[in-house]
């Protein structure tokens, strides 16, 4: 049996507070995405240069990124480093973890949308006197974006609820850790949550709703 | 005839679905059954030994109060922060998992008189050069998220203007961020850090004094309305310090001098 009573006002009153802590959210996922992006473009190129050692790294990355939990990468980063003498700070550390799993994801996401274009295209390109690169560039990359532009989407939404684990790692500038922070002192704990869930909703719904937006735009055939 | 017939099946569904009239103190009689939030990774008040069953003063504790009324105790473990959903969610019917009585928590659940009282203790990582709690100032600082000296502490850090806080979800990780020089200092109660630092589980830190937070007095807790339960808990709890019992726990878990339950001047 549930008894319990809403006090919303009391709850509301902290809002501005969570407000503050959904930018950080915000920030730390934007900046993830940024630097993942970064790392799976070369991660895809490592893979794609047929050299062994080169690839076998980004292979060895993407394995443990996906087949690992994301709370396990992110108390790695702090934790494990940490018994090495390497001290990153909560944000470093989640940024560090959630990085980490958007390169691995991303540099896959990339591998499939080039297998998605056919071999004959950058061929087609070479014969009409086109340099290896210049085909990759101007054929391969642009439709390559297209077909991965949505799984990254999926990705930018994955980091946003990601960040929710920075608070095993001492986080407590973001929307959860201050939900928690709010939770600890009053233990109004389900109106804190029941607002963080409406505010990571909302977030992860504009930021879908805004990459369909500019995907018609950019991608119109 | 109809009418009646219906009247007299409506009179039938209404008695038989009221709930009765039982209030949560009779439901815990009457399932046999008393259930403890309890917070295992707190020694000595709770944590697990070798063969990973609970132990410590506030799982003797829910044993006790499961003894006086003639129930069996079912131990249920809750980490600090999901001690109030376990009890809301109706997971738990007393929470005997060290949780300090601020007025701001009142609000929320009922908290019995005090049953058992901490000081707080600073514990160091030794390459820090922290000596005393105000060598804390302008140094990064840790402590278990949702306890009593972890909202001091913050409070404490922003008075100073200088410095870190981080908030750790579990006492363990507070000393392994310590140990590891992640952070410089923590605020715990001194049972912990003592019972942390002579584990020998984490090296390099020592208790370098006391912490000029108030004394934390901790309550027991169950649901607000539930006035019969936290009308037994408190009798309860006068009984175990009248009895010796409190003392008797309190030598077996801790050990020294015990720490009185009442404060000076007034009432409760």
């Known amino acids: 049996m549930f008894s319990y009573t809403f006090q919303w006002k009391q709850a509301l009153k902290a809002l501005p507070q969570m407000l503050d802590g959904a930018l950080v959210t915000l920030q730390i996922a934007l900046l993830s995405m940024a630097i993942g992006l970064v790392i799976a473009i070369i991660l895809t190129l490592f893979r794609m240069s047929g050299n062994r050692i080169l690839s076998g790294f980004a292979t060895a990355w993407v394995e443990i990124a996906r087949n690992t939990p994301a709370l396990f990468q992110i108390y790695m980063a702090h934790f494990g480093l940490g018994s090495f003498g390497i001290h990153l700070s909560p944000f470093t550390s989640l940024l560090v973890g959630i990085v980490f799993n958007n390169a691995g994801y991303l540099a896959e996401n990339f591998r499939g ?20 690169l210049q085909a990759f560039r101007l054929i391969v990359m642009p439709q390559m974006l297209r077909i991965a532009f949505l799984p990254v989407t999926n990705q930018m939404v994955w980091a946003i609820l990601m960040t929710s684990l920075g608070v095993t790692v001492g986080m407590n500038t973001d ?41 018609s735009r950019m991608f119109r055939y | 005839m109809k009418t009646q017939v219906l009247a007299i099946g409506l009179l039938a569904t209404t008695v038989l679905t009221t709930p009765a009239k039982a209030d949560k103190l009779d439901d815990i009689i009457g399932s046999g059954t008393l259930r403890c939030a309890v917070v295992l990774d707190f020694p000595p008040m709770g944590s697990r030994d070798e063969n990973n069953n609970p132990i410590g003063f506030d799982v003797d504790y829910c044993n006790d109060l499961a003894k006086a009324l003639g129930v069996t105790a079912e131990i249920v473990e809750t980490p600090f922060p ?17 949780t300090s009585d601020t007025l701001e928590r009142a609000k929320t659940v009922g908290m019995t008189i005090p049953y058992f009282a901490f000081e707080m203790a600073v514990t160091a990582n030794d390459k820090s050069g922290v ?19 972890a909202i001091a502490l913050e409070k404490q850090v922003k008075e100073w203007g200088v410095g870190e806080f981080r908030p ?36 390099g830190i020592s208790v370098v004094g006391k912490a000029p937070f108030d004394i934390d007095y901790v309550a027991l807790f169950t649901n607000r309305e539930e006035y019969g339960l936290i009308n037994y808990l408190n009798l309860f709890i006068n009984q175990q310090v009248r009895t010796g019992r409190y003392a008797e726990l309190y030598e077996k878990w801790v050990g020294g001098e015990l720490p009185s339950l009442s404060v000076n001047g007034v009432y409760r």
Not at chain 2, 82 to 98: F, H, K, N, Q, Y
Not at chain 2, 141 to 149: L, W
Not at chain 2, 173 to 196: C, K, P, R
């Open chain 1, 113 to 132: 949308a080039l297998k998605a274009i056919p071999d004959t295209q950058t061929r087609a390109g070479r014969s009409l006197g086109m340099s290896s």
């Open chain 2, 82 to 98: 999901e001690r109030i959903p376990a009890l809301m969610s109706g997971r738990v019917d007393v929470g005997v998992a060290s």
């Open chain 2, 168 to 203: 750790y979800q579990t006492q363990a990780d507070v000393f392994l961020a310590l140990s590891q020089g992640q952070i410089d200092a923590t605020v715990s109660t001194s049972t912990v850090a003592q019972s942390n630092v002579k584990s020998g589980k984490f090296s």
């Open chain 2, 131 to 149: 000596k005393s709690f105000e060598d804390m100032k302008g140094k990064t600082v840790g402590a278990t998220a949702g306890t009593f000296e």
């Open chain 1, 175 to 215: 929307l959860t850790g201050v939900t928690q922070d709010l939770n600890a002192r009053s233990f109004r704990t389900f109106e804190f949550f029941a607002i963080a869930a409406v505010i990571y909703y909302v977030i992860a719904k504009a930021v879908t709703l805004a990459a369909r937006a500019f995907a």
